[in-house]
């Protein structure tokens, strides 16, 4: 949550200082960028955690693995720069950006199995301290190139000056260093679930950029911009939540995969944990989406708002098939997990293919009306592909579907309920700022106030835990 604060500070006022095409411009090599740091990362990380005793050779063997391929996927990306330009109305600017930013690829390969480390033993005090140092000097130095008018430069630069503040700060307080070995055979061994989970990352970086990519190619990079911008803003929720559940139940999950009785309790204890603040959260955004965006940007990103709703909407299905990845994978099911990820791309594909000759329609008062059709559909597709991951979820965690439904319902009720207050207590006011604190403080107050009522043990625990953190 601190990290996404910080990066949410950042961006604010770059969003204010920065152009939508430059958003764009950014966008566009995020694609790239994204896929080539899931090859180094994904696979043989998550087996790592999920493998009970890994060895000094094992995180040895991965890191030279990881550091080797992030080098090979650089140089391929700097040579194909120019190529890439023309893919997006021959915009030669992208081919620099392009080469300086993937240089963030060797960085964050770096550091990748310091987290592993830290992360096994549920160490997150330095991961914690690193994301945010990295953030704040990375902030100030976009910032202050946003300021002197380097328009796409800024995103670029601090990128890279986050990423080396964090390698720095893991590997200075870190006793461990890797044996200069490197052992195929250790590396095989992790290849079974390793490339699953990296076929399944892929698939889903797929998932998620291959709007990124439509919409520069066909619409241009302005309205790229606008999706950018709507597409960072959700993640911020959504990741927040997402790596909660993917950084810390993974590894307390593994521990108990072996027996079944403890670890069906701890499914349905965290399907709950998740919904108390999976639909508050998200669904609370999604109200208050117009005078978040008016508070923090005035009327400069309008045409988002309405994009920025349905990726959240989209969102609460993400996170949820997230949850239910962690609970596969926990029990070594990577293959269904890969059979899922390609249902999903399907569908989603589908659909993209569906709302494509919709676009391009642009309208007056609404200048992405094309691309809410298109976020519409991707809705669909990824509620119906929620479906079909609930039913593989409850066949192999042995948890009835009816189990995880009733775990979700009182928290998803809740949050129904106090939507209309919300709203009426926004009625109150005229100016954005003040409808946002109304709409914060009625919601909590009501969400928190109910489960107190109804003694939520959830809710409990929440504030067992926060009391006992603070002795």
């Not at 290849?191 to 889903?204: A, E, K, P, Q, V």
Request: charged share 10%; glycine share 8%.
């Amino acid at each position: 949550m601190a990290t996404q604060i910080l990066y949410a500070v950042t961006g604010i006022v770059l969003a204010r200082v920065l152009s939508q095409e430059d958003f764009g411009l950014v966008g566009v090599v995020l694609i790239f960028q994204a896929f080539a740091s899931l090859l180094i990362d994904s696979g043989f990380s998550y087996a790592l955690i999920q493998r009970k005793q890994p060895s000094r050779l094992d995180y040895s063997t991965v890191l030279w693995f990881n550091m080797g391929i992030s080098i090979l996927l650089y140089t391929i990306l700097a040579v194909c720069a120019p190529f890439i330009a023309r893919c997006f109305q021959n915009d030669m600017r992208l081919v620099p950006l392009i080469r300086v930013m993937c240089l963030s690829i060797i960085v964050n390969a770096s550091f990748i199995v310091q987290i592993n480390r830290l992360m096994k033993a549920m160490d997150v005090r330095m991961v914690a301290v690193s994301n945010s140092i990295g953030l704040i000097l990375g902030g100030v130095t976009g910032i202050a190139l946003a300021l002197t008018g380097a328009g796409a430069w800024a995103i670029v630069w601090q990128t890279i000056v986050m990423g080396a503040v964090r390698s720095l700060i893991l590997w200075s307080t870190s006793s461990w260093r890797p044996m200069m070995r490197f052992s195929w055979a250790r590396l095989r061994s992790y290849f079974g679930i390793g490339s699953r989970m990296m076929l399944t990352s892929f698939l889903n970086t797929l998932f998620l950029n291959i709007y990124s990519f439509v919409i520069g190619n066909r619409n241009g990079l302005t309205s790229l911009g606008y999706y950018t911008q709507s597409d960072k803003w959700s993640k911020m929720g959504i990741t927040s939540i997402t790596q909660v559940l993917t950084s810390s139940f993974l590894p307390a999950l593994s521990a108990v995969q072996d027996d079944a009785e403890r670890f069906e309790a701890m499914v349905s204890k965290i399907n709950r944990f998740t919904s108390y603040i999976l639909f508050p959260a998200i669904l609370g955004l999604m109200l208050m989406a117009a005078p978040i965006f008016h508070t923090l940007f005035g009327t400069k990103w309008d045409p988002s708002v309405i994009l920025f709703q349905l990726l959240l909407l989209r969102g609460i299905f993400t996170v949820l098939m997230s949850l239910y990845n962690n609970f596969l994978l926990s029990l070594g099911h990577g293959g269904t997990i890969v059979k899922l990820e390609v249902i999903r791309d399907s569908l989603a594909i589908i659909a993209l293919a569906a709302t494509f000759p919709y676009m391009g329609i642009s309208r007056p008062d609404n200048l992405v009306r094309g691309l809410e059709i298109m976020l519409w559909g991707q809705l669909a597709a990824s509620a119906l592909t929620y479906i079909i991951s609930l039913a593989y979820t409850a066949r192999y965690t042995h948890v009835a579907v009816k189990r995880f439904i009733l775990d979700m319902l009182p928290y998803l009720a809740q949050t129904l309920l106090i939507i209309p207050f919300m709203s009426l207590a926004a009625g109150m006011a005229d100016t954005p700022w003040l409808k946002l604190a109304l709409e914060i403080i009625t919601g909590l107050g009501l969400y928190i106030g109910g489960n107190y009522i109804f003694k939520s043990k959830i809710q409990q625990g929440v504030f067992s835990y926060i009391r006992r953190s603070q002795k």
